[in-house]
């Protein structure tokens, strides 16, 4: 990177981060600042009790409690309560320092985000790109958010990083660095489970057939088969029923019971919650990303090359973002 780049790159960073620490220290106030509220009683409970009386795991209780009456909290892996827990553990108990753990991950993301256009589009691009999702109003506000949605989203963007550097160089280091990702991202989020199996169809269509190097096929299978069984058994052994968290599954889909699921009723439940979560620029964007990854060769065709590669950049860009929130809804 020349130095100019690099001193535009760290201005568009640094005003993103004002951006992301305005009103650090306020109260729990708004629409989802209750995450907040949520992982720091999970954080503190950690510093209060110790994580090995927990059981590595969140728990609601606040007070004196007795670990067999623990409150356990199951229905997301554990990895943000444990940043917090570390963050109040470094700075002390305060708002800013629970907000500080997402506005972290969330300029790292934003550095990995650069990263991946700029391997693929030139300077101009890649800058513009980081502009229109730095610069996003809904970046700023879930950005600075206590909750898994952040954190996952830096992981993401490592996993793509060292994904693509792999594809291109097939070098270990790069499949270690992906494998540990993954591990981290698996105990941030549940999106982790589809994402690799996204990155598996992907890597079938498009990086096996030339070289078969099946060591990826293996990872993406065998990784989220692992950690199925590793938080069945988690739940499990802390709660002695799975019931719990199926019935939170299903409700994500809409019925209160299985056998009341209905592709109109869920499809209907998902207009809805992106109506709520996004602006419609931003979904409009997103459809945008969509349409012209599945049509690229006759929009380059129709719109000519300078229209498509800036428009199409801006839109993958908001892509990316609506995906961000989607996944952790």
């Known amino acids: ?37 949520v992982y720091s009683r999970f954080a503190k409970n950690f510093l209060t009790f110790g994580f090995l009386k927990t059981k590595m795991s969140p728990t609601w209780d606040m007070g004196s409690v007795a670990p067999q009456n623990f409150d356990y909290y199951l229905h997301h892996p554990p990895m943000v309560a444990y940043f917090v827990a570390i963050s109040f553990k470094l700075f002390g108990i305060h708002e800013w320092s629970a907000r500080i753990v997402p506005i972290i991950f969330s300029v790292l993301a934003l550095i990995l985000f650069y990263l991946i256009v700029r391997s693929y589009k ?7 790109s980081l502009v229109f999702l730095g610069f996003t109003p809904m970046f700023i506000y879930y950005g600075r958010m206590a909750n898994h949605e952040p954190v996952f989203l830096f992981l993401y963007f490592l996993i793509m990083l060292l994904y693509l550097k792999y594809l291109d160089k097939r070098k270990i280091l790069y499949l270690v660095g992906i494998i540990a990702s993954f591990i981290l991202a698996y105990l941030t989020a549940w999106a982790t489970f589809y994402f690799s199996i996204l990155l598996l169809i992907h890597y079938l269509i498009f990086g096996y057939k030339n070289i078969k190097d099946k060591r990826p096929i293996v ?39 299985i056998h009341q699921f209905t592709w109109t009723e869920f499809l209907l439940l998902e207009s809805n919650r992106i109506k709520f979560l996004f602006t419609p620029v931003i979904s409009f964007l997103a459809l945008w990303g969509i349409i ?36 952790g809804a």
Not at 300 to 326: M, P, T, W
Request: charged share 15%; hydrophobic share 50%; proline share 3%.
């Open 219 to 257: 990872m993406f299978s065998l990784l989220p088969a692992i950690f199925a069984l590793i938080y069945i058994f988690w739940i499990y052994s802390i709660k002695g029923s799975l019931s719990d968290n199926i019935n939170s599954i299903i409700s994500r889909f809409g019925p209160n019971k």
């Open 292 to 327: 012209f990854f599945c049509c690229k060769k006759k929009f380059k065709s129709i719109l000519g090359k300078k229209f498509d590669h800036y428009f199409s950049q801006f839109a993958f860009s908001k892509c990316f973002f609506v995906s961000r929130g989607s996944l």
């Open 1 to 37: 990177m020349k130095h100019k780049e690099v001193i535009l790159i760290l201005v568009i960073i640094i005003i993103v981060t004002i951006g992301l620490c305005y009103e650090i220290s306020q109260p729990w106030v708004g629409l989802f600042d209750f995450n907040g509220t």
């Open 122 to 128: 030139d300077k101009i691009i890649a800058l513009l």
